[in-house]
């Protein structure tokens, strides 16, 4: 199937590793024109070397909390690529902790990364993607979002608290033509939970490690997603194929689920 994305101009933030990257190597591989953003550059520029063989692609160094650093990354992805039709909000971490051992600073900086990271991206792009004739913006989620955990306190309402926005946002940006959907994300193999492993000590290969951490989870695949599982998802949400979705919620966690 033509999923209509050949050409078209794609943003993606946190594209180093993990679900950034590997949607950055899809889109590649549909003939997507790609800017891409990390804090770190030169892992950025090593991690994305070999795409440039096969797709025009923009990459700078970015903190997405930062609105002037996100305001030149867009504005120089803009006039390089010569438009935008899509943006994948995605970059972040979560912040393993409860509400006992989290100072007031630590919260600030979780609802700043969750929530502006994603709103100064769609500020900045809005022009852009309101001037293409499929602009679609991805908030790359998690299923925390709507089900909290004591261990991830503050990350799971701050990511409620985007949930929400990315509703407003669907509404507000349609009168532009542009369409705003979330992914909301289970656990996944990513650089995040490989570093969990590293940490844990564990004595267990990392697939049994993380087996143990989806049955605790009750995920009904019984294992972790990896990052090109949700790279499709994403990829298929920026098609103009998917022309009347928007303020959709799409879970893709394996099979949890705690409400119905
Ligand atoms: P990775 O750690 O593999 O990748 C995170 C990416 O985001 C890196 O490119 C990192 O590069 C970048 N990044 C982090 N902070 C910033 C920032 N402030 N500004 C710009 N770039 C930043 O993580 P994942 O692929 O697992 O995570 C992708 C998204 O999915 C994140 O938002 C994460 O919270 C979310 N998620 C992941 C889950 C999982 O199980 N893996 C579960 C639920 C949600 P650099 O450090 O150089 O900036």
């Known amino acids: 199937m033509d999923l209509q994305l050949r050409d078209r101009a794609v ?22 024109r790609l800017a891409l953003c990390a804090r770190d550059e030169e892992r950025l520029r090593a991690a994305t070397a070999d795409l440039a063989e096969r797709t025009e692609i923009v990459t700078a160094a970015c903190d997405v909390t930062d609105r002037a650093d996100v305001e030149s990354f867009v504005t120089e992805a803009t006039a390089r690529l010569g438009g935008l039709d899509g943006v994948v909000c995605n970059a972040g971490r979560s912040l393993m902790s ?13 609802f700043e990364l969750k ?6 991206v769609v500020r900045a792009a809005r022009p852009a993607l309101a001037a293409s004739d499929a602009g679609s913006v991805v908030i790359v989620n998690a299923i925390l979002s ?13 990511r409620a608290g985007l949930l929400n926005l ?5 509404a507000d940006l349609a009168a532009d033509g542009i369409r705003v ?38 995920i009904a695949a019984r294992r972790f997603g990896t990052a090109e599982e949700l790279a499709f998802p994403i990829t298929t949400l920026l098609s103009p194929r998917n ?8 879970e893709v966690g394996g099979g949890v689920h705690r409400y119905v």
Do not use: C, K, M
Not at 12 to 19: E, L
Not at 98 to 110: G, S
């Open 146 to 158: 709507r089900q909290p955990e004591s261990r991830l306190a503050v990350t799971a309402a701050a």
């Open 181 to 218: 959907n979330s992914v909301l994300l289970g656990l996944v193999d990513t650089g995040q939970w490989q570093r969990r492993y590293a940490e844990s000590g564990s004595p267990d290969d990392f697939t049994e490690w993380s087996a143990e951490i989806a049955r605790d989870r009750g």
């Open 98 to 110: 409860t509400i006992d051992d989290t100072t007031d600073q630590q919260i600030r900086d979780e």
């Open 11 to 32: 943003l993606i933030t946190g594209a180093s590793s993990g679900i950034g990257l590997a949607t950055a190597r899809l889109l590649a591989q549909e003939g997507v």
């Open 115 to 120: 929530i502006f990271g994603a709103l100064h």
């Open 243 to 250: 022309s009347y979705t928007t303020g959709a919620t799409l």
């Open 166 to 170: 990315s509703h407003s946002l669907a």
